[in-house]
């Protein structure tokens, strides 16, 4: 019976190099089809919460949520997200849901940080726009801005092009609240955060974590993915890499 022969060393190492090279090509197809996975759940996550917000705003006379409230409930700390008990730091879900979801829904597949506001909160990686639509109720001791109403539904021009949320992320973690670029920019529905209040814009930008583009959904309740990036505005301090805003002016965020 004849012997089979054995590989040569050359042949040995050009099946090797055959390999590492399949390998090379496959690992960052097969990394690209799981971050896009990823973008897929975290759109839907966003996609909630529209219709959250939505609903709430149905229930209080078209009022969308306010984006924080740390005045009415002493000990407590009240976000749209999520609510804290300052006391014994217990989290629940926040204003926008009224209690009753899986906190789960607040985790970005693809965000592994912590959130900017408070440590212990269970899941992060969204925010909601402040500077436009959610409004807020203050300790600030000025009664001309502690108490900021939120939008209604039916005051943004055109629903389908004013961001209501987004992967929230800047240089500190995920923050929770989106700011647009400009202080005000002298439109006539003047942004909901005055310089006194606010003026370090490059802590409420967007994560372009999802292959270099940001997930965002608008008061419309549709859903997309963006890839521009600007990183110009009224800044305190330079925007972190791989975060920015998503329009050189505010024209993506005000209710125009």
Known sequence: ??????????ELLVVISVIALLVGILLPVLGAARESGRASVCLSNLRQFAI????????????????FDYASVPNRQVHWDFETDLITFEVTPGLMWRGQTDPRVHQCPSFDGDSATLVNEPH????????????FINLGGDPATDL???????????PSATVMFGDGEFGGGANKSMRA?????????????PPILFTGREAGTQGY???????????????????????????????????GFLSADNSVYDLE
């Open 209 to 243: 974590r999802h292959l270099g583009a940001t997930q965002l959904v608008h008061v419309d309740g549709h859903g997309e993915a963006e890839n521009n990036r600007f990183t110009t505005g009224d800044l305190t301090g330079p925007v972190a890499e791989e975060t």
């Open 1 to 10: 019976m004849r012997r089979l022969g054995a590989f040569t060393l050359i």
């Open 148 to 158: 900021v109403p939120s939008a209604r539904l039916d005051e943004p021009d055109t």
């Open 52 to 67: 959250a917000a939505t609903s709430y705003a149905t229930d209080e006379r078209d009022t969308l949520p306010l984006s």
């Open 181 to 193: 670029p400009l202080i005000n920019a002298g439109l006539s529905n003047a942004a909901k955060d």
């Open 124 to 135: 992060t990686g969204y925010n909601y726009n402040t500077s436009y639509i959610g409004g």
